[in-house]
């Protein structure tokens, strides 16, 4: 059973940096598409980026590029999300998501089969 636990969230002021992990146990993780989505109040799951677990291949959404970087380390199973130049509008509850035999990096929320708790990011003026 694959199991995401999502780490590092909290407060942070406007314009400060939070870094995001995900950590994935359960599984042999090749072939695997990693995604962070967050979600705001009253708002659906919106995809912030995404990786391959092999290759190079990493995917954002516009309103965070420039600002977020994703990355991973293999030998701990864990997902990064490295949050600088944070935003007001940045709040939301942030979730770690796997999607298994994966060819290339979806931001469709309904395409991921794992999904961690989640946690909270809140940007503060």
């Known amino acids: 059973q694959v199991q995401l636990v999502e780490s590092g969230g909290g407060l942070a002021q406007a314009g400060g940096s939070l870094r995001l992990s995900c950590t994935a146990s359960?599984?042999?993780?090749?072939?695997?598409?990693m995604g962070w989505f967050r979600q705001a109040p009253g708002k659906k799951h919106e995809f912030v980026a995404g990786?391959?677990?092999?290759?190079?291949?990493?995917s954002y959404a516009d309103s965070v590029k420039g600002r977020f970087t994703i990355s991973r380390d293999n030998a701990k199973n864990t997902v990064y999300l490295q949050m600088n130049s944070l935003k007001l509008e940045d709040t939301a509850v942030y979730y770690c998501?796997?999607?298994?035999?994966?060819?290339?990096?979806?931001?469709?929320?309904?395409?991921?089969?794992?999904w961690g708790q989640g946690t909270q990011v809140t940007v503060s003026s």
């Open positions: 998501a796997a999607k298994s035999g994966a060819k290339f990096i979806t931001t469709v929320p309904g395409r991921y089969d794992y």
């Open positions: 990786l391959m677990w092999t290759g190079d291949a990493t």
């Open positions: 359960g599984g042999t993780f090749s072939g695997y598409v």
